[in-house]
């Protein structure tokens, strides 16, 4: 009976009609170009600047995919999603990465479908509220009404994070995180919740960002990373390394800068990293110089980090827990070779 | 003696009837291969990807939550549950918009036909404004514009310190009723089947000696003396629930949220000004003749109203309403872009993403739409029947 209902149901829905896919990596190559689903705007993860081209870690990440495969970081088609419509994006092919400050979790990577590539961010959820209403922890939140984006683990963490401290709350839900902002802003919720790295992202943006503060309790991991469908092993070996090739060009001290010099050292790290040695590009199936594309024209991974989120911008965020193993943090790349 | 010959026109293929059950069964048999198709390929995709399928998720924890329920709900409950949460939330919010609706609908069909200069225009001016303007706009408009500049909690708008306005919502006091409360929802039920008797009792006395019986003005005392009576000799007593500012919010009494005050306002103004065309319409399509006649009768301008011009317009108009309500419906789909928390919202915007499940979920909903819609096209045209032209 299940399986008579469930084929009843598919067959009212064109959602996943089209024919399987070949490799997504034939794919892209045949199109020339490939979509990358980012958010609708989030400052210092995938935004767009005054010029309209889209900025952030997660664009950098689709652009070192793109970089790896076509030897070409602006070969992206940016496809901004809404939290709610992300998975089913992914899903149904419309994109091909998705890149856009997503949870890695249990469910997510098995019963929809998708592999994680990797953490690109490693994040956890915060508070903010107004000065005004004179809250210094979280648990002082007894009642509050909370300004949440809908669909994501945002919303999860935080009815856990009430029940378990016998606390009630009253959730407004928004689509996009502009919107739970907005009502922030004009005072329909006390609390905005969110990851701490979205916080101070949207803190910017708020009419008097001054009184707004953030709290210090972090409820929960949040590991940030880019995400490809399942069973395709050669786009995701391909997504997993070129964030990998970032972290460890940064590890090996190969920068945007520097990278043409390095190519001549003597560091058979380096060397094997940037294809002077080896054939690592051809076990990925892309061109030998991968990595040197990937830096060349993106940067390494603290770059990224600096320019999009770091001292170099207005969010000033600290690299924490995000620095390099060997810097206390938890960047750890397996090694390329 | 000439035996009838077999001309070609009485060959198989050249018989019509023949040829057409053949077309017919090719169409079919192209439908069904056309659906058979997409239901295996999708499957083997879904397999292909791995993603789960069937309706097991509804049983899992949903593990977040919701501002608005007309039933218990707390994180704990199934994934199942928000979707009845869900459809709560959207037939709430239907079901009023459509009882507004009409009585403004009405309202402004009719005045569209006044002999008033003033409010004709004042009524034509509304209609050709609101049914002009895209419904999401208004819902922006009611929700941003309206709404959204209400004063924060502490310095709330208050009436006498039992009705409270602010950005967070209009705060109400809500009664609470001893247990004789019973008694008087008895008397209320047992005057409504009295009213009813005594109006089948008044139209036999009409057609028996032509006596009218005042059963309208009957009814409404007798729906305020009855209960009032048994409330006072059943010892009911009443308390208030009154809201009271507590912590971050107004706690106790009932609580309108603004995100469901605009979506209604939005909703039912939007969908009036297009009952107030239907009605009016509806009234110009009674031939003047009946009017005439009417009159000559001597029959009273609220007689002629009642009797003669409403249930022969009512002819004209119900088909079309029965489209707006469904429109109504289907427009309450709406409450996700101003995160009101319906059927849309919660389960197709939540439920799937936290599950994952999108074909089952997407079907679903469309399922309860159907549903919904079909329900409402059965009782119109269970009253359309009933209001149809009866020839005798």
């Known amino acids: ?337 | 003696m000439t035996v009838p010959q077999k001309n070609s026109s009485s060959k198989i293929w050249n018989d019509p009837v023949f040829r057409g059950r053949v077309f017919q069964g090719v169409v079919l048999t192209a439908i069904i291969a056309f659906f058979a198709f997409i239901v295996s390929n999708t499957l083997h995709n879904l397999e292909v990807r791995g993603i789960s399928t069937g309706f097991g998720f509804l049983n899992q924890e949903a593990g977040f939550g919701i501002i608005q329920s007309l039933i218990d709900y707390n994180e704990t409950n199934t994934y199942g549950r928000t979707f009845v949460v869900g459809i709560l939330n959207t037939l709430l919010v239907s079901l009023v918009g459509i009882v507004l609706a009409t009585l403004l609908g009405f309202l402004m069909g009719i005045a569209r036909l006044s002999n008033n200069w003033l409010i004709s225009k004042l009524a034509a001016i509304y209609i050709e404004t609101f049914r002009n303007i895209p419904l999401l706009l208004q819902i922006f408009f009611w929700y941003f514009a309206v709404l959204g500049v209400m004063p924060h909690p502490r310095e709330s708008m208050s009436w006498g310190e039992l009705v409270f306005l602010n950005v967070r919502g209009l705060y109400i006091p809500s009664p609470e009723f001893s247990d004789g409360i019973t008694f008087v929802y008895a008397s209320i039920f047992v005057t409504l089947i009295g009213i009813w008797i005594l109006k089948r009792w008044a139209h036999k006395q009409q057609d028996d000696t032509g006596k009218q019986f005042p059963v309208f003005y009957t009814a409404i005392a007798a729906l305020i003396i009855i209960p009032g009576i048994t409330y006072l000799i059943s010892g009911t007593t009443t308390t208030w629930d009154v809201p009271a500012l507590r912590g971050f919010n107004f706690k106790g009494g009932i609580t309108i949220l603004p995100e469901f005050t605009a979506l209604l306002l939005a909703l039912t103004i939007y969908t009036a000004a297009f009952i107030a065309e239907i009605v009016r319409a509806g009234i110009q399509s009674v031939p003047k003749g009946q009017l005439e006649a009417s009159r000559a009768l001597g029959l009273k301008n609220g007689q002629m109203l009642r009797l003669v011009v409403i249930p022969q317009a009512m002819r004209v108009i119900i088909p079309p309403l029965t489209s707006q309500y469904l429109n109504l419906v289907k427009n309450s789909s709406l409450a996700t872009a101003i995160g009101y928390p319906d059927l849309v919202a919660i389960f197709a915007g939540t439920t799937l993403n936290q599950s994952g499940q999108a074909i089952e979920i997407i079907f679903m909903v469309m399922a309860v739409y159907l549903t919904i819609s079909l329900v409402i096209s059965l009782i119109m045209n269970i009253y359309n029947k009933r209001m149809a032209l009866v020839e005798r």
Not at chain 1, 313 to 318: E, F, M, Y
């Open chain 1, 1 to 337: 009976m299940r399986k008579i209902l469930s084929t009843a149901i598919v067959s009212t829905s064109l959602l996943v009609a089209a024919t399987a896919q070949a490799g997504t990596l034939a794919d892209v190559k045949s199109k020339g170009f490939m979509n990358c689903g980012v958010s609708t705007g989030l400052p210092g993860f995938s935004n767009t600047d005054e010029k309209g081209e889209w900025k952030g870690v997660d664009v950098d990440t689709c652009k070192a995919v793109a970089a790896a495969v076509f030897g070409d970081a602006s070969k992206v088609k940016y496809v901004p999603l809404t939290a709610k419509e992300r998975f089913t994006a992914l899903q149904s092919g419309e994109i091909d990465l998705l890149s856009r400050n997503t949870t890695w979790t249990l469910t997510r990577d098995t019963g929809l479908g998708l592999n994680f590539a990797g953490v690109n961010y490693y994040d956890g959820q915060g508070f903010m509220v107004s000065k005004k209403i004179g809250v210094k922890s979280a648990l002082e939140l007894d009642g509050a009404t909370v300004c949440v984006q809908a669909g994501t683990t945002t919303e999860l963490n935080l009815a856990d994070y009430f029940r378990a401290n016998k606390m009630s709350y009253k959730p407004i839900t928004f689509d996009t995180s502009d919107q739970t902002a907005g009502a922030f802003d004009n005072g329909r919720c006390d609390v905005l919740t969110s990851d701490q790295s979205q916080l101070y992202a949207l803190r910017i943006k708020l009419k008097n960002p001054a009184d707004a503060e953030v709290l210090p309790e972090v409820i929960s991991k949040e590991p940030l990373g880019p995400v490809v469908r399942q069973g395709d092993d050669e786009w995701f070996n391909i997504a997993k390394w070129s964030l990998n090739a970032m972290i460890t060009a940064e590890e090996l001290g190969v920068t945007q800068a520097n990278v043409d010099d390095m190519t001549k050292s003597t560091n058979p790290n380096i060397q094997r990293l940037l294809g002077v040695t080896g054939e690592m590009g051809g076990k990925l199936k892309v061109g030998n110089d991968w990595a040197y594309k990937i830096i060349k024209q993106v940067g390494n991974y603290g770059e990224s980090f600096e320019r999009n989120v770091g001292t170099g911008s207005p969010l000033k965020i600290q690299r924490g827990i995000n620095a390099l193993w060997n810097k206390g943090g938890f960047l750890y790349s397996p090694p390329i070779r």
